[in-house]
């Protein structure tokens, strides 16, 4: 099977890191996710996104050492894959940081990632329960996220769901600046601020829901429903998600795109295969209103740290 190649991304600690990654984080994971990752692989993925939180940690380490095995799309060890996890909310304080890490590996069956990000900038014992919502400790839990890459388990470490607010004041305080942030980001939520701030500092930026999360119980279809999108995707002969993802691309951006459907992997790979938005285009999505789909509320309660969703997000809304 002929795979196309990935464009890749220098961050800050000098690695590579494939723009394009095989997102895992869904209610619905089908039952054979390793095989339908190992198929992605053949196509040409190298990045796989994974997370604590999502319990695709086994399936994505199964499909790893499947695709290694088999030299799935010609690569021939763990150094040719790029694999993602992130900090569950439950471990989101001083102390449990390193622990937590040490936990995924086990679960993916590696030595070490090659980017750990802090999920969320909450602490909760348990998600499900506001009444577990405690004080993020952002200076003592990114101690621990510096630990890690101290330690030789993560090559890089990030954040995710950082405001620009949030990213000023970690990097304030960061010995080891975080590589990454990852946030949602689309045609229908553009991040501008966050984007600023992170390439003023370094920081690249990887979108996740760049279709907004089109069929979540969270998700919007602000991106997918859209007549812009409609009219630029029938003008260039492609489908609406190659321009939302060809747009986020264009906007130097990674991204991280969620599909289990082997056509639309496919199609996914061919928004870097000779062919890009032009002016008109790109000034006709810039007319998109803006909306954020994944709110966030659950860490909203009059008891905890952030009493409203101002406070979650520092007025980004």
Not at 157 to 166: D, E, L, P
Not at 187 to 206: D, F, L
Not at 260 to 277: A, G, S, T
């Amino acid at each position: 099977m002929a795979t196309t190649a990935i464009p890749c991304v220098t961050l800050n600690t000098g690695h590579e890191m494939p723009v394009l990654g095989f997102g895992t984080g869904s209610s619905r994971v089908p039952a054979d996710l390793p095989d339908t990752i190992v198929h992605a692989v053949r196509l040409g993925y190298r990045h796989l996104d994974t997370a604590a939180m999502y319990g695709t940690e086994p399936a994505v380490g199964a499909a790893v050492a499947e695709a290694v095995r088999s030299g799935a799309g010609g690569i021939s060890s763990r150094e040719d894959l790029f694999v993602t996890s992130k900090l569950g909310i439950p471990n989101a304080r001083p102390g449990r940081v390193v622990p937590a890490l040490r936990e995924s590996l086990a679960r993916l069956g590696l030595d070490y990632l090659d980017l750990f990000l802090v999920h969320w900038p909450v602490a909760a014992d348990n998600p499900a329960d506001k009444a577990t919502l405690a004080e993020f400790d952002m200076e003592g839990v990114w101690r621990g996220m510096e630990e890690c890459r101290r330690l030789g388990l993560a090559r890089s470490v990030g954040v995710s769901n950082f405001s620009a607010a949030k990213m000023e004041r970690l990097l304030a305080l960061a010995a080891v600046p975080p590589a990454v942030n990852q946030v949602e980001l689309n045609v229908g939520w553009r991040q501008e601020k966050v984007r600023e701030v992170c390439a003023r500092h370094g920081v690249v930026v990887s979108a996740y829901s760049p279709l907004g999360a089109y069929g979540a119980s969270w998700g919007s279809d602000a991106v997918m429903h859209s007549g812009v999108m409609h009219h630029v995707a029938a003008a260039k002969a492609k489908t609406v998600a190659q321009v939302a993802l060809r747009w986020v691309y264009e906007q130097g951006v990674c991204f991280v795109a969620r599909s289990f459907n082997k056509e639309r992997l496919k199609q996914n790979m061919d928004i870097f295969v000779d062919w890009e938005l032009s002016d008109e285009d790109k000034a006709m999505i810039a007319t998109i209103p803006q909306k954020r789909a994944c709110q966030g509320d659950y860490f909203v309660s009059p008891d905890g740290p952030y009493k409203s969703l101002e406070e979650l997000w520092d007025g980004e809304m």
